[in-house]
């Protein structure tokens, strides 16, 4: 689904940021809150607005890994898979979830813009292992099962 490019939208950003280099990041922070990814057509347009190479901007949004280059779904599904949710079968759930929605770590999104499914190296919850989030609320102690289950439910409610 192509969403379409409102540039009032970007100079609202631009402006609170005072159009000013410094706030580059906090910028392309805005810009991904609003469309989930940074659009290119948005990074050629703020680098014009604020007098900097579009190189700069890129080397920006590269540098910092929470910035992304391609679209995301409405939801992003992220499965951990550090020591301590891989032990205890972070993988299988994993591999499930891509199954069922048929994405692949080179194709990470539904055609239908959906969900994302990402892989991190620790969520920070490791008590609760094996941890998986949905746009960043956090599931315990997660089974294929239960993923399945929840994938289901998030369907369903973005669907009412
Ligand atoms: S290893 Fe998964 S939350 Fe820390």
Redesign the pocket.
Same mark, same amino acid.
Do not use: E, N
């Given at each position: 689904m192509e969403q379409k490019t409102d540039f009032a939208e970007v100079d609202k950003i631009l402006a609170l940021n005072g159009n000013e280099q410094r706030n580059l990041i906090t910028i392309l922070q805005s810009v991904q809150a609003q469309y989930r990814y940074l659009p290119r057509e948005i990074l050629e347009y703020i680098a014009e607005k604020m007098g900097i190479s579009l190189a700069k901007i890129y080397s920006v949004a590269t540098f910092y890994e929470n910035f992304s280059l391609d679209p995301k779904g409405k939801y992003i599904i992220k499965i &951990?898979d %550090?020591? *301590?949710?891989h032990v205890r079968k972070s993988i299988p759930i994993l591999e499930k979830v891509r199954e069922v929605l048929g994405v692949s770590a080179q194709n990470p999104t539904t055609d239908d813009m959906m969900f994302t499914v990402e892989t991190v190296s &620790? $969520? %920070? *919850? &490791?008590g $609760? *292992?094996?941890?998986m989030t949905v746009n960043d609320k956090v599931y315990p102690a997660m089974t294929p099962e239960k993923a399945i289950e929840l994938i289901k439910s998030v369907r369903e409610g973005a669907a009412e």
């Open positions: &951990c %550090g020591t *301590a949710c &620790c $969520l %920070g *919850a &490791c $609760l *292992a094996p941890v």
